[in-house]
């Protein structure tokens, strides 16, 4: 079982950077899926980037390409969120989430019903 534990969230002015952090409490193995999700008042939660642990592709949302960048360091058991160029739709609840025993194709890394671990969330803000 792993718990997880976001951080880093906060209010930024559009353009701005802000950094999350999920730490994992516990790894069963070192080789499954993990994600950031998002989800804003009144809408669905959708994922904005995924990783495999074990090494691979990363995986982003196309509303977030080229700004975010999600990276792992195994050492500290913590999975990453660097966000750049933030603008006012940015603006929500993150969560860190992991899938565990799940092996995911390409088309499912981003689907929020297939992250079995979730964190308490973070917030963000964007605005000027």
């Known amino acids: 079982q792993v718990q997880l534990v976001e951080s880093g969230g906060g209010s930024v002015q559009p353009g701005g950077s802000l950094r999350l952090s999920c730490a994992a409490s516990t790894y069963t193995s070192r080789n499954y899926y993990m994600g950031w999700f998002r989800q804003a008042p009144g809408k669905e939660r959708e994922g904005v980037a995924s990783i495999y642990t074990a090494g691979g592709p990363t995986y982003y949302a196309d509303s977030v390409k080229g700004r975010f960048t999600i990276f792992l360091d195994n050492d500290k058991n913590t999975l990453y969120l660097q966000m750049n160029s933030l603008k006012p739709e940015d603006t929500a609840m993150y969560y860190c989430?992991?899938?565990?025993?799940?092996?995911?194709?390409?088309?499912?890394?981003?689907?929020?019903?297939?992250?079995?671990?979730w964190g308490q969330g973070t917030q963000v803000t964007v605005s000027s």
């Open positions: 989430a992991a899938a565990i025993g799940r092996p995911l194709p390409p088309a499912w890394r981003l689907g929020a019903g297939n992250y079995n671990y």
